[in-house]
């Protein structure tokens, strides 16, 4: 069973962001080129089939075609599904302003939960490199772990700035009606 665990990163605006209407492609492009920058010794032009510690890497899982198991054959599907979900802010904001907050949702299955400090690392780059078209510098400030049993509680996991991961528990699933 692959449990999810949704994790949720608030950063500070640095500087003044007039965020587009495709924030979500934002976040997820961010955050594939930042892993690809910390994690890869290949060239930039370089595809990851080519790598030989591909299989150890969380970047072709997430955004490049991954190696699959021999017991991955399902006719017609070249691709897997990833293993990960961006849930972009959804407020309406139309312009953010420095000290305001922004947030992310990120929500990992199963053992990608294990590369999760290479996300925080990623997610912590956004200071240095930028949001946006506009270059917009954020700050990461808190990151906040959902409880999987009673999903209104969130616990703060970036404490002292080490992170303390809640281990993730599976989700009660309620026995069937008798009768559909």
């Known amino acids: 069973m692959l449990i999810p665990s949704r994790y949720r990163f608030v950063f500070n605006v640095l500087d003044k962001f007039e965020p587009s209407e495709y924030l979500g492609s934002t976040w997820r492009g961010v955050l594939g080129s930042n892993l690809r920058s910390i994690l890869c010794m290949m060239p930039a032009d370089a595809k990851c089939v080519n790598c030989k510690i591909q299989q150890y890497c969380i970047y072709p899982l997430f955004y490049d075609r991954p190696l699959l198991s021999s017991e991955f054959t399902p006719d017609k599907m070249q691709d897997p599904p990833r293993p990960f979900v961006l849930e972009s802010d959804n407020t309406n904001v139309k312009i953010y302003l420095p000290g305001d907050t922004i947030s992310v949702n990120i929500v990992l299955f199963g053992n990608t939960t294990n590369w999760l400090p290479d996300v925080v690392i990623a997610f912590s780059k956004l200071q240095k490199i930028s949001l946006g078209k506009h270059q917009t510098r954020i700050q ?32 009660a699933i309620p026995p069937l009606p008798s009768q559909a």
Do not use: F
Not at 148 to 171: C, E, V
């Open 140 to 171: 990461l400030k808190e990151i906040w772990q959902q409880d999987n049993i009673n999903q209104t509680n969130w616990h703060s996991i970036l404490n002292d700035g080490r992170l303390q991961q809640h281990p993730s528990q599976a989700i």
